[in-house]
C-alpha cells in the first residue's frame, strides 16, 4: 500500500467522506466530510458572552482531527488544520468549490453541496500538510447546473428571506442563518429551511 493510500485510508476510517486537492504552494489539502445528524449534531453554534463557539465541531470533530492529525505526523510530515477545527470561517478555503472539484457533489440551487449519500448533510473540514498525497483528477467535477435539481425551486420557494437566487446567494447578510436568534443558553438557532425541505438524496440516506 502507498503512503498516499494509507494516509487516506486511515482519514477514511474517521470520516465519512476524504478528498484531495493541491495548493498553488504545492502542499496538498485534504478535504474532509462529516455528515450533520439529530445524534451527531454539527451544526451546533453559539456566542455566549460575544465569544463564538463550535460546539458541534468541538465534540464530534476535534477528536477525529486529532487523531488524523497525529498519524501524519507520525509518518513524518507536516500538517495543519485551515481554521479553527479545519473549518475556514472567513472563507480563506472555499470548502463548497473543493468538494465539488475533488468528487464529494455537486453544488445544489440551494448554494450547498449535495453528495448522492448523505444530501446535503455533510460538513467539510479542510488540513494542509506536506505528504505527498495526489488529487483523483478523474473524479474531479465541473462547477455546473446540477442534474437533481432539474424541475425544482422548493429550496428558493421556501426561503424566509428571500436570500436565494439558482445556485448563489446574491446577499449573504439577509439569510438567517447569518442572523441567527439565540436560546437562553447562548445556542443559536439556525434556519436551514433551504437544507430540510430538499428531496434530493433523501431516499438514499
Ligand atoms: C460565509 C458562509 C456562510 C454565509 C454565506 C453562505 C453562502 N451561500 O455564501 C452564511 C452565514 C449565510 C452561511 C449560511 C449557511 N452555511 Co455556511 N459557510 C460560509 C463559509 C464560511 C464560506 C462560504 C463562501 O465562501 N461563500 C462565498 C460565496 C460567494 O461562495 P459560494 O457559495 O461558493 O458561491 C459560488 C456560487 O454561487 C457560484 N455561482 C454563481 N453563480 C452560479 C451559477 C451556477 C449555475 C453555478 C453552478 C454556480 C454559480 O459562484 C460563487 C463564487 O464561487 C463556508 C466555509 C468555507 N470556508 O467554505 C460555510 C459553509 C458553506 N456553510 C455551510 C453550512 C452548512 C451553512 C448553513 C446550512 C448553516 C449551518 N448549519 O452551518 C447555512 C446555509 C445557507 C445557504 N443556503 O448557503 C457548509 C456547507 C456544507 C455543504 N454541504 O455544502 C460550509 C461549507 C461550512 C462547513 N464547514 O461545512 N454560510
Ligand atoms: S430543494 Fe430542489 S432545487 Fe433546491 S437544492 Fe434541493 S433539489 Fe435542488
Ligand atoms: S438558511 Fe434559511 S434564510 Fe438562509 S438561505 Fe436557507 S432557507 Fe433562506
Known sequence: MTLDQQITGYAESLFDVVGISR?????????????????????????????FQMYGFEKHVAPRLKVLLD???????SVEPVGRYGYPLKGEVNL??????????????????????YGPWLRFMAVKTDAPL???ADLAQAEEENPVCHGCSICIDACPAGALEPYRMPDISI???????????????????CL?????FKEKS
Open 175 to 193: 439569510c438567517l442563518s447569518n442572523i441567527t436568534k439565540m436560546t437562553e443558553e447562548g445556542r443559536s438557532i439556525l434556519c436551514d429551511l
Open 96 to 117: 463548497k468549490k473543493e468538494a465539488i472539484h475533488t468528487g464529494l457533489g455537486r453544488r445544489g440551487k440551494n448554494t450547498i453541496i449535495l453528495n448522492p449519500r
Open 196 to 200: 430540510e425541505l430538499c428531496p434530493a
Open 23 to 51: 495548493l498553488s504552494s504545492g502542499e496538498s489539502l485534504l478535504i474532509l466530510g462529516l455528515e450533520s445528524t439529530p445524534e451527531r449534531n454539527l451544526d451546533e453554534f453559539g456566542h455566549p458572552d460575544g465569544h
Open 134 to 136: 495526489e488529487p483523483k
Open 71 to 77: 498519524f501524519i505526523r507520525s509518518q513524518g510530515f
